[in-house]
């Protein structure tokens, strides 16, 4: 029989966040109801309150989570009741043409649950990147979740699921950083740290952390970063190159996605050098380059998009590095919260006072 839960609803654009009561169905095909311990406050739930990325309203916010199997529909066979899960928010089709190549984290069709969740008039919810866990159980399709070690805590566990997933894939997989490669991170927020520990973590021989806010820098050293760089008042293309023997870094990561940035981390590389870009840019940004730049400095210009992840593959690895001491975790946890702080929690994002928030269920 259906479930009314306690949930974190949008309900339309700019206007708070409400907890109210919402209604989720059992698990039908393909579909597993997850009892949720605990999810991170990201900046993607802000921008899907502010309406910048659809207008699908109501949106049940919340995807960053951990949680619990509570019960399985018909056709799931490698999760059952009692399974502990982190939640993705891509779940690879297999048959799509990325899919059939080879390139499941490219994936075109990527599963999400097929019955709505609703407010108590029958409303359906729209259910932020086919997740919604800022609620007490979701509904999700069987391959968003992902089995992982139950030793992990739920607060660090969940983050995995996006935030730390995209920086930490972003230098690992996008970047292909290798070991006594250069590297340098725009923007020290919860993606941006995360890209400097998977740096750390692949053998990046220098890891140059840039940011406006000495607090961030500060605390990017606790991930790996080995200097540091306030472009608030230095010029960060000149002091990257005068921190790498004045070629630039082998990777530039901007975690930022703003113009400028990206401009910046353009002219950060060495000859040949990759930048990645992970943070996410307005829909109306423009970028302007000279094209013989573009020409002869070489090198590549890549989009991380959910740090070209498997979950499958990878959510458990990146568990297993956080249980060995290898990946902290708990570092990015800045405090713990209740379901009705959520609001207030979007303006410490705002303030940059706090890497995550995480609601505890």
Known sequence: M??????VVAAK?????????IVVPDPGPGEVLVAVQACGVCHTDLHYREGAIGED?????GHEAAGVVEAVGAGVADLAPGDYVVLAWRAPCGSCRSCRRGRPWYCF???????SMTLLDGTALTAALGIGAFAEKTLVAAGQAVKVDPSARPEAAGLIGCGVMAGYGAAVHTGAVGSGDTVAVIGCGG??????????IAGARRIIAVDIDDRKLDGATRFGATHTVNSRGTDPIEAVRGLTGGHGADVVIDAVGRPETYRQGFFMRDLAGTLVQVGVPDPDMRIELPLIE?????GALKSSWYGDCLPSRDFPVLIDRYLSGRLDLDGF????????EVEAAFDKMRDGTVLRSVVVL
């Open 2 to 7: 259906p479930h009314e839960v306690r949930a």
């Open 13 to 21: 654009r700019g206007a708070p966040v409400e907890v109210q009561t």
């Open 57 to 61: 309203f109501p949106y049940l916010l």
């Open 109 to 115: 069709d990527s599963r999400n649950a097929t019955q």
């Open 191 to 200: 993606v941006g740290n995360a890209a400097i520990a998977g740096a750390s």
């Open 294 to 298: 573009l020409f002869s400095r070489g």
């Open 333 to 340: 946890v800045t405090e713990t919260i209740a379901l009705d």
